[in-house]
């Protein structure tokens, strides 16, 4: 019995189909982000701390 892969292109476009799968489900669940609350682009060393990551969690 020989096992078939399935080809290149079609791993491909699976791959494809599943990234624009998780975009669209994290698009469709995300809530915009608030410019009025969110810190200055360039606030890297200005002292200002970072609240909405993971690792600020203390």
């Known amino acids: 019995m020989k ?3 399935p080809s290149r292109p079609t791993v491909a476009h699976l791959t494809l189909a599943l ?6 489900v994290d698009h469709a669940e995300s809530r915009p982000i608030n410019p009025y609350q969110a810190p200055a682009p360039v606030a890297l060393g200005s002292g200002q701390a ?7 969690a203390l």
């Not at 990234?19 to 669209?24: H, K, M, N, R, T």
């Not at 970072?50 to 600020?56: D, L, Q, V, Y």
């Open 3 to 5: 096992n078939v892969l």
């Open 50 to 56: 970072p609240t909405a990551a993971h690792c600020t």
């Open 19 to 24: 990234l624009a799968l998780i975009l669209f």
